[in-house]
Nanobody, 114 residues
């Protein structure tokens, strides 16, 4: 299984970006997005379960929206009202249904400037 993430880039504060991540194969219970800012630990941003249960980090609630296309094995993260603190490398993650094995994408850089 390979996860291919895309959509990162540079944006000014207040702007928007959408991240996409597509899996090459597999059936997944959870798909989601994590991020790691310079000098900080990786943290959960948003996850979506196969039953459509969604979790957001408090810092992104009301600004970010996660969605999933089960047929395309894809997960998306719409990011609005971006601020400088959102600058990080964003990683997608997927957990397989049967083995509960975790897979990570390669990371995509999001840079928010003032």
């Amino acid at each position: 299984v390979q996860l291919q993430a895309s959509g990162g880039g540079s944006v000014q504060a207040g702007g928007s970006l959408e991240l996409s991540c597509t899996a090459s194969s597999g059936l997944f219970s959870m798909m989601g997005w994590y991020r790691q800012a310079p000098g900080k630990q990786r943290e959960m941003v948003a996850t979506i379960e196969s039953d459509s249960t969604i979790n957001y980090a408090d810092s992104v609630k009301g600004r970010f929206s996660i969605s999933r296309d089960y047929a395309k094995k894809s997960v998306y993260l719409q990011m609005n009202s971006l601020n400088i603190e959102d600058t990080a490398v964003y990683y997608c993650k997927a957990v397989t249904i049967m083995s509960r094995r975790e897979y990570w994408g390669q990371g995509t850089l999001v840079t928010v400037s003032s």
